[in-house]
C-alpha cells in the first residue's frame, strides 16, 4: 500500500531540485485534473491510459459511487469538505461518479 507524506526534504527524481510541501504517494504521478460538480452526476474525464490509481482532494461536501451508478444528493458515499479519496484501480476510476451535495465542488485529481 502506498505511503502518504509531507516533507521539506524531497528531491525531484527528474532534476534533482528540492520540492518542499510535496505530498508523495509512493508511485509516480502521471496526469491531473481539476472537476468541478454540481446537481448531476459526472465521471472522471482526463484519465491516462496508464493510470491504475487517483487521490481526489474534495472542496465541498459530494456524494460517489464507485460501481457505476449515479449517485443522489442523499445516495452515496458522502465525502466532506477537505477529505481525500483513494481510487485503488482501473475499473474504480472508469466507474467513479460524483454529485456536490447542494451547489457545486471541486474535485482536484492526481492520477498513478
Not at 14 to 30: E, Y
Not at 89 to 99: E, H
Amino acid at each position: 500500500m502506498s505511503k502518504y507524506y509531507a516533507t521539506s526534504h524531497t528531491v525531484n527524481a527528474d532534476d534533482g531540485k528540492p520540492m518542499p510541501n510535496v505530498r508523495l504517494a509512493g508511485a509516480k504521478c502521471i496526469g491531473h485534473e481539476t472537476l468541478t460538480v454540481s446537481s448531476s452526476s459526472v465521471g472522471l474525464v482526463d484519465i491516462p491510459v496508464k493510470a491504475k490509481a487517483a487521490m481526489i482532494t474534495v472542496e465541498g461536501d459530494t456524494r460517489y459511487w464507485v460501481d457505476g451508478s449515479d449517485p443522489t444528493y442523499t445516495e452515496g458515499h458522502l465525502l466532506y469538505d477537505k477529505d481525500v479519496l483513494r481510487l485503488d484501480c482501473a475499473d474504480q476510476l472508469r466507474k467513479f461518479r460524483a454529485i456536490a451535495v447542494g451547489g457545486s465542488a471541486v474535485l482536484q485529481v492526481s492520477y498513478f
